[in-house]
């Protein structure tokens, strides 16, 4: 059986919700151009694995468990918003995560031990973010322009960073669901 899964780090901040909540609302944001992300979806990608044979799960959580031993939780900060790719073709808003430099040596070696296990890995460098709405169309583009004005350099507040999981990602008529399958603790 072959499943979809990624490798990543659960967001929430009571602020982003309540912020969210006020956008989610403006008329001016056009509710059909943008495709609000469940906050209980709410995650930092670090590895996307993409299709993967469900039989590699165990020998991915080893290799998750080997490369984030002695990794600390800690503390982050979210600020400011964007636009993937780039604001001429906005297609994802996201909001911006601080300093996930704690995790990074971790993350590498996860990589290279994937690339030395035989998992194809794409090489698109590590662009920490939380993804908070999918754009279907440019018909709000005036009011994100005026949004990412507003909020380019927002403090949402600081969040704890202290697990990672491995994800697998459903795809439901309403949505994907993130399916947690091994959660490895930072340590606190």
């Not at 890995?121 to 662009?127: A, F, R, S, T």
């Given at each position: ?120 890995l794409d090489n698109k460098p590590l662009k920490p973010h939380l ?56 340590e606190s």
């Amino acid at each position: 059986m072959i499943k979809r899964l990624f490798i990543g780090i659960p967001i929430y901040s009571e602020t982003v919700f309540q912020v969210g909540e006020t956008w989610k609302t403006n008329e001016k944001l056009n509710p059909d151009g943008l495709k609000w992300v469940n906050p209980k979806n709410w995650h930092v990608t670090l590895i996307f694995l993409g299709n993967t044979p469900a039989t590699t799960i165990p020998q991915l959580q080893n290799l998750i468990e080997q490369s984030f031993t002695n990794i600390q939780a800690f503390r982050t900060n979210l600020s400011g918003v964007g636009v993937f790719p780039n604001s001429n073709n906005p297609k994802v808003l996201w909001l911006g995560i601080e300093n996930l430099r704690a995790l990074l040596p971790a993350q590498i070696s996860l990589v290279e031990l994937l690339k030395q296990n035989g998992f194809p890995l794409d090489n698109k460098p590590l662009k920490p973010h939380l993804t908070l709405a999918r754009i279907k169309n440019s018909a709000s583009r005036m009011a994100i322009d005026f949004l990412i004005d507003r909020y380019l350099n927002f403090d949402f507040g600081s969040v704890v960073i202290d697990k990672v999981i491995l994800y697998e990602s459903i795809s439901t008529p309403d949505g994907p669901i993130y399916k947690p399958l091994f959660l490895k603790s930072l340590e606190s």
